[in-house]
Each structure stands twice: as structure tokens, then as C-alpha cells.
């Protein structure tokens, strides 16, 4: 016990209340100004609090049956842990829902950034299975009206030529041969490196110019 604590047990069994209060007053200060529980309460701004539920709980109880600072840092502990804990610093993890959408808005910022190539649209979407679900909703309507990029001349001059190409010759006129995709429409041939071809047809695709 204390040194204090036996002090204070003396002063009540001899029924001084006077010497109790003075020592009483005199191992809570040292408690709260010497003690590493103590400096803790005191850091954290619970000094009060403390002297509060202390008197809550050991209040009625007489000096000469409880080991006096032995009670102070029972009290301490259970006040630091039960209020005075910090806050974790840690941000809050995002849900797997929030998490997919935030990838949808990815792809389709990604899709609707003129500067952004579809290779790089495309890498982005086949890194993970996780991507490859949001490319699907990415390209569903967007619940919020928004404007939206429209195909340039050149796109659907292509995807015409894709259109008209597989209408009179078969799907089968679109299939790469020796590196190159030649697309027949009337007497006209037009010749794309296959790696352009898919390129441009994913974005026709994605602006629905495909019948």
C-alpha cells in the first residue's frame, strides 16, 4: 500500500475527518502532478472529470476500508480507457460498393478525357477483375444527366466503313490478315494496321456506331 493510502487509513480509524481531508487533498495533487496516470489525465484535459467520478464512486467510502491512491489509479485507468482514448487517426476504409463506384468514375473520366488514349482506357480496365466489373457499369446511362464527348468525323467515317464492310462482305471482312485489316465498301478498299483497327473500333463500340 501507499505510503499515503496507510496515512489516510490511520487518520479515518482514529476518526480525524480533518488530518483524512488534508491528506486526502495532498495524495490527489501529488497523484495528478507525480504520477505518470496522473500527467496522462492531466494531458488529455480529464482532470476534472476525474476528480468527478472519483467522488462518484469512492465518495461514501470510508478512507479506512479502500487503499486511497490505489483508488485514484483504478479510477484513472477506467477513465482514460472508457472516455479520454484518442480518436484513431486511421481514415475510415471505404466500403467494396464505394469502392466500385469510385473505379466506375475512374473509367469514365478516363473515357471521356480527350487526351487519353484507348490503349491506356483499356490497360486500366483489364488490370483487375475488380476494373473489369466498373467497365461494365462505366458504360451504362449515367443516372445524372451530363453532357457527353461526341464521335469525330473521322470515327464515323470508320465505323460507316465497318457497317457497310461486314453488311455486304461478312464479319469475316474485318479479321486481320498479314497485320492488316482492308475494309471493301463498293470498289474501294481501305487498309488500317490491325492495332489501329482495334483501337478505333473499341471507340466506335463505345459510342455505339456498331450495328
Known amino acids: 500500500m501507499n ?19 488534508e491528506l486526502s487533498r495532498e495524495a490527489t495533487e501529488q497523484f495528478l502532478h507525480e504520477s505518470e496516470l496522473g500527467r496522462e489525465l492531466q494531458a488529455r484535459g480529464g482532470e476534472k472529470r476525474f476528480i468527478q467520478v472519483f467522488e462518484e464512486r469512492f465518495g461514501n467510502v470510508s478512507p479506512a476500508t479502500i487503499p486511497f491512491w490505489e483508488s485514484l489509479e483504478e479510477c484513472a485507468q477506467d477513465l482514460i480507457a472508457a472516455e479520454l ?18 473505379r466506375v468514375q475512374e ?3 478516363l473515357m471521356e478525357d480527350p487526351t487519353i488514349l484507348t490503349s491506356e482506357v483499356r490497360a486500366q480496365r483489364r488490370s ?3 476494373y473489369e466489373r466498373a467497365w461494365i457499369d462505366a458504360n451504362q446511362s449515367d443516372p445524372e444527366p451530363r453532357s457527353r464527348p461526341l464521335p469525330n468525323g473521322d470515327l464515323q467515317k470508320f465505323a460507316h466503313l465497318v457497317n457497310e464492310s461486314t453488311r455486304v462482305n461478312g464479319i ?3 479479321k486481320p490478315m498479314a497485320g492488316l485489316v482492308t475494309l471493301r465498301v463498293g470498289e474501294k ?7 489501329e483497327f482495334s483501337s478505333k473500333y473499341e471507340d466506335a463500340v463505345n459510342f455505339g456506331l456498331i450495328r
Open 3 to 21: 505510503e499515503l493510502s496507510q496515512q489516510i487509513a490511520i487518520a479515518a480509524q482514529e476518526g480525524d475527518p480533518n488530518k483524512v481531508y
Open 189 to 195: 478498299r481501305y487498309e488500317y494496321p490491325a492495332r
Open 172 to 174: 469475316a471482312s474485318i
Open 128 to 130: 483487375s477483375p475488380e
Open 85 to 102: 482514448a484518442p480518436e484513431s487517426t486511421e481514415p475510415a476504409k471505404p466500403s467494396a460498393d464505394q469502392e466500385h463506384a469510385a
Open 107 to 109: 473509367l469514365r473520366r
